[in-house]
């Protein structure tokens, strides 16, 4: 669900910034944090982080009444994976590693653990670069710019990502075994 919000949401703030003033966009985007908030039936920290960073979001956006406080959304949600990433990294308990329990049919050999545990620091670096592009598309002050990259873009880093993971364990790490 937190997918298809995130992929909607740039675009759908700059529509309704078109039709409505930023404090009716802003009181809106709070009452749609509190309904999906509330609709969830898991309440732990992972799933309510998102909704709360909505409602949070449109407050500030409402009392400062600036737009630029709606575009930090998209960034705060990027600050948030990151710091899952470390501190699962630095549990022990990788975020990697529960995804490729997941997608892998058969269970992984302590080797494959070891690599995917490691491989968290490379999705670490990954998530700085993204972190980064964020950034700098805010400080470009470019709308257009900021829809694409807080829609889909960043979403294409992590693919390339995902790609150079693959082709890394296919290429490197599975012929050294």
Known sequence: MHILFSFLYAPIVVVLLGYFDIKTVAIGLFGFGVLWLLSQKKREIKT??????????????????????????????????????????????????????????????VAEEAYVNR???????????????HVSILLLKNDHYWIIYSSFGWYLVFILGGIVQFLHRHFIFLKRL
């Open 48 to 109: 309510t982080i998102f909704p709360l960073f909505y409602m949070a979001v449109a407050l500030g956006a409402y009392f400062l009444d600036d737009f630029l406080v709606l575009k930090f959304l998209p960034l705060l949600i990027s600050l948030a994976f990151i710091f899952f990433l470390i501190a699962s990294y630095f549990d022990n308990d990788s975020i990697i590693l529960h995804f490729a329990r997941k997608i892998h049919k058969r269970s992984l050999s």
């Open 119 to 133: 491989s968290t620091i490379f999705w670490i670096a990954l998530a700085s670069v993204n972190i980064l592009l």
